[in-house]
């Protein structure tokens, strides 16, 4: 089965309205000048207060901008009421996402988001017609200890948990080694795809072959113009997840058009 690879950039906490709605027109100028076809799948997730600047274009008025997703970088799996600083999965879609980005190891790290969580939300993301991306990733000291694989396993175990294989199937996974984020460390192309192969085996398990074959899963860490060519080779490294490198248009266009040559 072919998968349609997914180039996302997560724009973290940087970038103000008026500087994300540039980087959005920058990549959108570039999509435009191809097909859907052509493409792979883009996505950017700005600040929760940028989406509106960047979503504002998204009318189908041809200039691009319909072939550039917008993403969330988190949001909570209640519908509404007393979360003070939260954002449900209505909002965002409101506010024009069609993606959200959920279990970032930041997250995990700096706002104690636990396995439970994420599966909360990845339940919620998708009963509201939204399309998760799920990350997961080992620390150096779990890779050292020769534990990544198991580490890895159990994240994904417990985020699909009690979805649907259809719902599965639609889903997209991110494994970011940790110690590969913002690093500059790229983790090694062959064994970020064993890694991937591991989790495509996991998903077989417990959401079936369907799904297993369906399911995006990309690789996130330091990922650069240089490095997407050789990791977009590998067979089941469906696309990126790319943050340093997606603040640019230009290298974000790069990484895009890089992925043209080998894998859409
Ligand atoms: C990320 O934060 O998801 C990420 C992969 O960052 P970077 O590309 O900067 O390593």
């Known amino acids: 089965m072919s998968r349609k690879p997914i180039i996302a950039g997560n724009w973290k906490m940087n970038l103000l309205q008026e500087e994300g709605k540039e980087l959005f027109n920058g990549i959108k100028t570039f999509a435009k000048n191809f097909s859907e076809s052509q493409l792979p799948t883009i996505v950017v997730a700005p600040t929760f207060l940028s989406i ?13 901008c319909e072939k550039v997703a917008i993403a969330a970088q988190n949001c909570h799996w209640k519908s509404s009421g007393a979360y003070t600083g939260e954002v449900s999965v209505e909002m965002v879609k409101d506010a024009g996402c069609e993606y959200v980005i959920i ?14 969580m994420i599966n909360l939300k990845a339940k919620a993301i998708l009963a509201g017609g939204l399309i ?63 890694v991937i192969g591991m989790i495509r085996n996991v998903v077989k398990e417990v959401s079936g072959s369907e799904a297993a074959a369906s399911i995006r899963i ?19 490294i469906d696309g990126a997840l790319v943050g340093g490198a997606s603040l640019a248009a230009e290298s974000f266009n790069e990484i895009i058009s890089n992925t043209m040559k080998v894998s859409v």
């Not at 984020?181 to 790229?186: N, R, S, Y």
Request: glycine fraction near 10%; hydrophobic fraction near 30%; charge should be negative.
């Open 218 to 236: 990309l690789y996130g860490g330091s990922v650069k113009p240089s490095t997407i060519e050789e990791q977009m080779s590998k067979s089941d």
């Open 132 to 194: 998760p991306i799920i990350c997961c990733g080992e620390t150096l000291e779990q890779r050292e200890a020769g534990i990544t694989d198991e580490h890895i396993s159990s994240q994904i175990k417990a985020a699909l948990d009690g979805i649907s294989s259809e719902d599965v199937a639609k889903s997209v996974i991110a494994y970011e080694p940790i110690w590969a984020i913002g690093t500059g460390k790229t983790c090694d192309a062959d064994e970020a795809n064993r």
């Open 52 to 64: 509106p600047a960047v979503a504002s274009c998204k009318h189908n008025c041809g200039c691009g």
């Open 103 to 116: 279990g970032h190891s930041e997250r995990r790290q700096y706002f104690s988001e636990t396995d439970e």
